[in-house]
């Protein structure tokens, strides 16, 4: 019951501060959202530290990397909303700024954690 109310508290943490970024960003430019897209690839930079550091110095007790990746990371990125998002961009039509969102969330995602993990070993 612990862990899930660190996964819970650590989710809603996340998804409260994704809304606030999502909501102040996403109207700067009409054709990408800048807002979920800087979430997503905070989230997986995020997680890359975290577990980077983690497996690293082993400071964190498995609690702690719940609350933070599972619950935090999980909370604060978004799959369904980017998911939505990519299907309006089909629906109007906006082929061009559909694949070159879909292409740059995944690639620079993974990227994102790659280098959060390699920013983990030289600290």
């Given amino acids: 019951m612990k862990q899930f109310l660190l996964v819970f508290l650590g989710g809603g943490i996340g998804s409260g501060l994704r809304y606030l970024i999502s909501k102040a960003l996403n ?5 990408f959202f800048i807002g979920t897209f800087g979430v997503n690839i905070l ?8 577990l980077g550091i983690s497996a690293k110095e082993d400071f964190l007790t498995n609690n702690q990397l719940l609350f933070i990746t599972v619950g935090f990371c999980g909370g604060f990125t978004t799959f369904s909303s980017f998911a939505l998002e990519e299907y309006g961009m089909l629906r109007e039509g906006q082929l061009m700024s559909f694949a070159i969102y879909t292409i740059s969330s995944i690639v620079v995602g993974i990227l994102a954690v790659v280098f959060g993990l390699w920013l983990s070993r030289v600290l």
């Fill in 43 to 50: 989230g997986c930079l995020l997680i890359g530290i975290v």
């Fill in 27 to 31: 109207p700067y430019l009409s054709s």
